[in-house]
């Protein structure tokens, strides 16, 4: 079993749909949790960061964190043609997150 | 303002042959990492240094060495290079430990897109 567990998709949602991310992990010791956004032959780029359990907030991005079940979600609400890339989750045990545990990645098309 | 600068782009290899990828940061950033991506895989952590003159390894060492005599650079050096070491590789650098989780994220170069024939 993967520490990190992730849809690969491809996912494609018309433009406006809300987009429902997901990642399930194992590993109890991860208290830090990422989503990088990956545009076609780039790098990926920081797009939330949590601490713990909870939700996170950030313009149309929602992150939400349920610790108990291990099991982190990244909703994006009135997707656009521009969020269309591979979204990664990421997590980590220590403060210093030098070691990132990633998922596999999830491939989204916002269709317009 | 470049951030996280990999060279080259593209390099393909012959079975045997050594290289090595270079990865530079302008942002003052203690620490610096080396990933690989392979579809369906996820990004592996291969090495990583937490200042000049500091390595460690990461997931996926084998195959492939690291320095780091300055705080900007971080080349990752391929000896003997195998098919299976195609992959696309990804630099990426932090402020380090902190505070503030702001300063621990990682920003990360374009990549470099190798293939080991």
């Known amino acids: 079993q993967k520490e990190v567990e992730q849809d690969p998709g491809p996912l494609s949602v018309p433009e406006g749909a809300i987009v429902s991310l997901n990642c399930t992990y194992s590993n109890s010791a991860f208290q830090y949790f990422m989503w990088y956004r990956q545009y076609s032959r780039k790098g990926p780029e920081l797009l939330m960061y949590?601490?713990?359990?909870g939700n996170k907030e950030d313009g149309r991005f929602t992150a939400q964190v349920d610790k108990s079940s291990k099991y982190i979600s990244l909703f994006i609400r009135d997707s656009q043609p521009s969020d269309s890339a591979t979204y990664l989750c990421?997590?980590?045990?220590?403060?210093?997150?030098?070691?990132?545990?990633f998922g596999t990645g999830t491939r989204l098309t916002i269709i317009p | 303002n470049a951030g996280v600068t990999q060279t080259p782009k593209f390099r393909i290899l012959k079975i045997g042959q050594s290289m090595t990828l270079q990865c530079t940061q302008d942002?003052?950033?203690?620490?610096m990492y080396w990933y690989r991506q392979d579809p369906g895989m996820g990004l592996k952590l291969i090495y990583y240094?937490?200042?000049?003159?500091?390595?460690d390894k990461g997931e996926v060492p084998n195959g492939y060495n690291v320095s780091r005599s300055t705080t900007e650079d971080f080349p990752l050096r391929l000896e003997l290079a195998a098919p299976s070491q195609t992959s696309v590789y990804f630099c990426a650098s932090s402020y380090g430990r902190g505070p503030n989780l702001a300063k621990n994220i990682q920003y990360f170069g374009a990549g470099t897109r190798l293939s080991v024939l």
């Open positions: 990421a997590m980590s045990a220590n403060f210093g997150n030098e070691k990132l545990t």
């Open positions: 942002m003052n950033h203690n620490y």
């Open positions: 240094s937490v200042g000049a003159g500091i390595t």
């Open positions: 949590t601490y713990s359990s």
